[in-house]
């Protein structure tokens, strides 16, 4: 497998905001969001065996499977292997790509709304819908996924003060509409990874 990086810290979005976790971000996806933080092309090739051992070494909860599109490579023995080791197992996707049935928490993440149609989710349900908010585009354009929570999250433009009329928006929308709930990105917050 293509790893990108794993690494020990709190979760920063979402359901689990503030849990310790740790992260396997894999290397690889198979969409190009103008917003992403992962640097595809750096990876380390590792075994199932190796990723477990890693992931090991630290003492946390969950474990994230993240990316780029961890579902390009996820498999259930990884799954069950880390299972086996105590964690909680996540997994951070854009809905594209099925996934193996032992993940214990799915956090969907849309983004065809950046990218087009061709990125349009295939999963119809998770534990966690996580829509990435810019002011243009519609959270409930998303009402035919059954979620058990609903986020919108502010879109980091890298601009100071376009990030901050798109969290008002984020806020208003969330005041307009109680059934989605406000994700910031604590880490970046914090300033930790």
């Known amino acids: 497998m293509l790893v990108n990086e794993i690494f020990h810290s709190l ?4 359901y689990h905001s503030g849990m310790a976790a740790v992260f396997v971000r894999m290397s690889g996806c198979n969409l190009d969001c103008p917003f992403c933080d992962t640097r595809h092309q750096s990876h380390t090739e590792m075994s199932e065996d190796e990723i477990v051992a890693e992931a090991s070494r630290f003492h946390a909860p969950l474990l994230v499977l993240t990316g ?5 490579q996820v498999t259930s023995s990884l799954v069950d292997r880390l299972k086996s080791k105590g964690f909680m197992v996540c997994i951070e996707t854009n809905g594209t790509i099925a996934l193996p049935q032992n993940i214990d928490w799915v956090t969907l993440s849309p983004k065809d709304a950046f990218v ?4 349009k989710p295939l999963l119809r349900k998770a534990d966690e819908l996580k829509v990435v908010f ?5 959270p409930s354009d998303y009402q035919h996924i059954a979620a058990s929570h609903c986020y919108i999250q502010p879109c980091d433009t890298g601009d100071i003060e376009q990030n901050r009329t798109i969290t008002e928006q984020a806020v208003d929308y969330c005041l307009q509409h109680p059934e989605w709930q406000l994700s910031l990105q604590i880490h970046k917050l914090l300033n930790i990874r």
């Open 11 to 14: 979760q920063g979005e979402g």
């Open 68 to 72: 780029g599109e961890p579902a390009l």
């Open 116 to 119: 087009g149609p061709q990125a």
């Open 134 to 138: 810019d002011g243009k585009h519609i």
